[in-house]
């Protein structure tokens, strides 16, 4: 929510001006976010948004934030960045709305997880650039993002080789149409063993 109050030039004559200042999360951490420990006394408002109580575990508390962890969980990119910059550790409370995007789903098995991320795979599998990337992560072929990393000459070419070591059939009609990747790969299958 904007602070729609800062447009007015006496914003303190406004009905409710002290009343939001003191309920809305957003305006509670702008007024407070150089006052630790005012914002200490209203941890149970800052804990009802899931950017802000991102913000005052990173910025303020330098460690989980509890509280806030239901409102964070709500929302997939900052349940991830919570997990990779204040818990550095998984967050499961927060995986479900992580596994709804791709990028989101990738970031959080790279940086977080180290390791696979299965409930993040489907939305992954629906972005090209992400499968591929999911695929160099996992150090082995990515079947169900495979028909997406097939759509790009460049993709595919680059799965077959860094990824397969070697031929990529679903992805040869696009390579085929690609006069630089189509050589590289041509290339790159001559090099192969038989």
Known sequence: ????YKYHSNPEELLW???????????????YKHDPEELKKRE????????IA??????I???????????ISKDGWHSCVYAYNVLESPFPLGE???AKNAQWS???????LYKPFPLGEEAI??????????????EEPFPLGEPEIAKRANFSYCYAEVVLHGKFPLGEPEIAKDVFYNKKYQQFLKGLKP
């Open 125 to 138: 599998s629906k972005d090209t650039h992400y499968s591929y990337m999911y695929a160099r992560l996992l």
């Open 61 to 71: 508390l330098h460690k989980s934030f509890p509280l806030g962890e239901p409102a």
């Open 17 to 31: 001006y002290n009343e939001a200042f003191e309920a809305v999360p957003e305006l509670v951490w702008g007024r």
């Open 1 to 4: 929510m904007p602070n729609l």
């Open 106 to 112: 990738y970031c959080y098995a790279e940086n977080v």
């Open 44 to 51: 149970n408002i800052l804990a009802k948004d899931a950017k």
């Open 96 to 98: 479900p709305e992580i």
């Open 54 to 59: 991102h913000l005052y575990a990173y910025w």
